[in-house]
């Protein structure tokens, strides 16, 4: 650097200067020393970033660790299941407060862009978007949901508390402490002034629990041109991180048939059970285990009254897969083969929705999730699993990388167990630190590369 300087200071000197010899030692003495000190203050504000070695960083994410408690507990006390529509707007806010104080630019958005499913409320609840903008190239998104499964009343009974080494409470894993983690790795890279990556956008949606309506299209549309998201769903009982996941449908068969005396005049009703019955039968041999393609019949109903031929009958099958391409050919199959009836005068309807797509890992994927397990086992010298093979859950990573060619990567977020169980929901509270400093960590290293 010194060399430089004089370098600097000797060009000055033959070029700006020369000509101007009424400028005195003394005055020249000092505006040299002004200058050096700015040029020191320029290279100590350009590479502040990389001043803060991994012992620094985990000494500053150390100290956050209390905060992070705090800023829990106040999400979980928050009743938010996804249709307590006061609860989203009120945790959305509180949301949106927290993120402003990294620095970011926020907006809470009710989207009108939805996708209706079977069983999606009228009215759902908001997306807090945040972008915080640096001054690299690199496009980072965080994702996380507000919304939980306990119906609003719940609280009273299961409030948030630590017990040794667990903290508990209404969905404390899924996903509070997703939305707690992302707060913190921003508070993080504010507080070493790390300001090299491009963007970084956080979305946090408020009805992942019903299959993420009205927040899926935002969450695809953002991810098309991002070079890595983070989602930060718990990372499970065990310490993991996720790169597939299957996608999940819905087929509804509907039966119509013609009510009639069971006893008196059976022949004269359409027996609505039988060809149900029937149908099912004729769909049972859909499923590809080797291909990951899965259907089962789960639920099914018929009929009120024991002496009466039903005139409806319905039932629904879980469908699973690893393409989307997978679900197209499994409901052209489906619509081909209610066309064959046992009773010709039964009617006989099939709809089909694609709940989530599959997340389909790529390279990047892969090579982003080998990098956190070097950081999480040589650095923290803690043990991480990579999961390549497809797990059988869903997730909002996959809207993500629907058309998107990101390395995204699922299970950011703390260990814990007990999902969806008022009782026994639980975080790891020593997974805090390790899980701010990783995805910190993978921030900083993505940032440092473009």
């Known amino acids: 650097m010194c060399e430089i300087q004089i370098d600097i200071f000797k060009y000055l000197n033959d070029r700006t200067l020369k000509g101007h010899k009424f400028v005195m030692n003394f ?23 990389f001043a803060v070695n991994n012992e620094k960083l985990k000494t500053v994410i150390k100290a956050q660790e209390k905060n992070y408690l705090v800023t829990l507990k106040d999400l979980v006390n928050i009743e938010s299941d996804s249709k307590n529509i006061d609860g989203l707007k009120h945790i959305s806010k509180f949301i949106a407060e927290q993120l402003k104080l990294t620095g970011a ?70 996903d509070k402490q997703g939305i707690a983690l992302i707060v913190s790795v ?4 504010k507080k070493i002034n790390y300001q090299d990556y491009g963007t970084i956008t956080v979305l946090v949606n408020a009805d992942e629990e019903i299959s993420s ?3 899926r299209k935002l969450i695809t549309d953002t991810a098309k041109d991002q070079d890595i998201v ?20 819905s087929a509804h068969l509907n039966i119509r048939g013609k009510a009639s005396h069971a006893g008196s005049n059976p022949e004269e009703g359409v027996n609505a059970l039988t ?18 393609v899965k259907l089962n019949w789960t639920v099914a109903s018929a009929g009120k009254t024991q002496n009466v031929i039903p005139d409806t009958a319905n039932a ?67 043990p991480i699993e990579v999961r390549i093979k497809p797990l059988g859950g869903g997730t909002d990573a996959a809207f993500a990388g629907l058309e998107s060619k990101a390395a995204i990567v699922e299970g950011i977020g703390l260990r814990g167990d007990g999902f969806h169980n008022a009782k026994e929901e639980y975080i790891v509270l020593d997974t805090i630190v390790p899980r701010i400093y990783l995805a910190t960590r993978l921030i900083i290293d993505a940032s440092s590369k473009q």
């Open 316 to 382: 629904y099958a879980d469908v699973r897969a690893l393409k989307l391409e997978d679900f197209h050919k499994i409901e052209k199959i489906l619509q081909e083969r209610i066309k064959n009836k046992k009773i010709a005068a039964s009617e006989v309807t099939l709809s089909f929705e694609v709940i989530r797509p599959p997340l389909i890992t790529n390279d990047q994927s892969i090579k982003l999730a080998k990098h956190a397990q070097s950081i999480y086992q040589k650095e923290l010298n803690l």
């Open 105 to 174: 630019e926020v907006n809470i958005i009710q989207s009108q862009d939805i996708h209706k499913l079977q069983g999606t409320p009228e009215e759902l609840g908001p997306i807090v978007k945040a972008v915080l903008k640096g001054h690299g190239k690199s496009k980072i998104m965080l994702i996380a949901h507000m919304d939980t499964v306990y119906p609003k009343g719940q609280l009273k009974d299961n409030p948030f508390k630590i017990e040794g080494n667990k903290a508990y409470g209404l969905g404390v894993l899924d």
């Open 213 to 215: 309506p009205s927040s």
């Open 230 to 249: 983070l989602s930060f769903e718990s990372s499970g009982k065990e310490s993991s991180l996720s790169l597939a996941t299957s996608g999940i449908a």
């Open 275 to 292: 060809e149900l019955s029937y149908q099912i039968s004729q769909m049972q041999d859909l499923s590809q285990p080797e291909k990951g």
């Open 186 to 189: 921003l508070n993080t890279l």
């Open 27 to 49: 005055d020249y003495f000092f505006f040299k020393k002004k200058v050096l000190f700015g040029l020191a203050m320029a290279s100590l504000i350009s590479t502040s970033t």
